[in-house]
């Protein structure tokens, strides 16, 4: 393994290439094109742990780039990355160039092919003029093979019909050479580089063009009229207002963000995405709600919302506002520029967030539900899980599991959406010789969203 760097520039885009030895020069000559790239590159040898290469190289770039889709395959099965990753695929001149040759020597009669997506050859063999020839893909390309068994797929193929082999992978490519059995290594043009370059380029601007988004947040102390029925002075609750407040500077000092009080038990914040991103641990962690609840025993609501404007950024924290209210405060709800919702994000109780679709189409599907008393946070909430798990019947208990609310309380609020058709029951189920049988309901009023 090598890794070649050069000297820090603060206005360049750091970008790692991964790679062989000659597919690394021939990218260092297409790099003169786009000098705001700083190139750190990752030669890859018979000896190379991808994925130690890759996590090295991925804490000092913004964005990295594979030479060869086997070697990106491979990591991606492996690791998460944290920032954009890119492969130069072979779809474009390269693999013309590739069939060309194999049509100048062979012919194209019959193939063998790894790695390389089939659609992209049947087109190039079409403009080529070919009509009778076959040829066979590796099975399940997409799924990371060992180099041995990519090499035996292409050896079986050349004995049984005189396949020529086409690959995507140099090792492939050499190992066959040795044996004498007639290949083509598909490699990128430089065209085809440029393109990926283009790409990778694209996706760093855009990841910066995302972290200075603004971020509107807004902040409810929750019931906050019993929490001051408790002081016996005003002079006392003016002191509790000024510790709120001062745990809430504090805080969002530490996003870089701007503390607004609205009057009364709301603030509001503005900050940037790319802090926000960062301090709170990719949208898992605010330990704004547990230090408010350890310092002075209260506990908030959090409305966090993104957006292309900062109109449309706090019209989507007062949605986010609203469901953490819906839920029982003490929770943080994220609404995206599409609309999408990230929540609860509660460090008190460790809740694992989930994301799902705020948007509802059907208008009158929704003036049913309120008026039965179903929040826009129950009702998301229960078409993520069924979008999640395929699952659309069950009992009281599961609902209450599900929604986080007691089994009573499901029970009362099964009845109301009986009574607007939201829920039908469809069976029961026995759970104990002795025990009584649990009703099961249905979810009517997904099956009517997802016929809309």
């Not at 039908?424 to 809309?452: A, C, Q, W």
Request: with cysteine.
């Amino acid at each position: 393994m090598q890794i070649n760097k050069r000297v820090d520039d603060s206005s360049e885009i750091n970008i790692g290439i991964i790679g062989s030895k000659s597919l690394i020069d021939q990218t260092k000559e297409t790099l003169k094109s786009f000098p705001n790239f700083k190139p750190v590159f990752g030669v890859i040898e018979p000896d190379t742990a991808i994925t130690d290469l890759a996590t090295e190289l991925m804490h000092e770039v913004d964005v990295l780039v594979f030479t060869e889709y086997h070697l990106y395959n491979l990591a991606k099965q492996a690791m998460d990355f944290s920032i954009p990753v890119h492969h130069v695929p072979l779809m474009g001149t390269g693999l013309y160039r590739s069939l060309f040759l194999i049509k100048s020597s062979y012919g194209l009669k019959c193939l063998s092919v790894d790695t390389i997506e089939e659609k992209y050859v049947k087109k190039i063999l079409v403009e080529l003029g070919e009509e009778d020839y076959e040829f066979k893909v590796i099975p399940n390309h997409s799924k990371p093979k060992l180099i041995e068994d990519i090499i035996k797929f292409h050896i079986n193929n050349y004995n049984s019909d005189g396949s020529i082999a086409l690959t995507g992978i140099q090792e492939v490519s050499v190992r066959l050479s040795e044996m004498s059995i007639p290949n083509e290594w598909v490699t990128p043009t430089q065209q085809d580089m440029i393109v990926s370059l283009e790409r990778a380029l694209l996706a760093t601007n855009t990841r910066r063009n995302k972290e200075s988004q603004i971020v509107f947040g807004l902040i409810n102390v929750d019931d906050f009229t019993r929490v001051t029925e408790k002081y016996t002075s005003e002079h006392d609750v003016q002191l509790l207002k000024l510790n709120i407040q001062q745990i809430l500077l504090d805080y969002i000092k530490q996003l870089d963000g701007h503390l607004i009080n609205l009057g009364g038990e709301e603030y509001s914040f503005i900050t940037t995405r790319g802090v926000f991103e960062r301090e709170t641990r990719g949208y898992k962690f605010i330990p704004l709600l547990q230090d408010t609840n350890n310092a002075i025993g209260i506990t908030l609501s959090i409305g966090v919302g993104f957006g292309s404007t900062a109109a449309e950024a706090g019209s989507h924290a007062r949605l986010a506002l609203r469901q953490s209210k819906e839920l029982g405060g003490d929770v943080c709800y994220i609404v995206r520029e599409d609309k999408s919702v990230l929540g609860p994000v509660d460090i008190t109780t460790h809740t694992q967030y989930e994301r799902y679709d705020l948007a509802i189409t059907d208008a009158q599907l929704l003036d049913r539900a309120e008026k039965a008393g179903m929040s826009a946070s129950y009702m998301t909430k229960l078409m993520a899980r069924v979008s999640r798990y395929g699952i659309i019947d069950y009992t009281a208990q599961e609902l209450a599991s599900t929604l986080k609310i007691t089994i009573r309380s499901a029970h009362r609020i099964l009845l109301k959406w009986m009574d607007a058709e939201l829920v039908e029951i469809i069976g029961e189920e026995k759970v104990t010789y002795k025990g009584r049988p649990r009703r099961i309901y249905r979810l009517t009023f997904i099956m009517e969203e997802e016929l809309k």
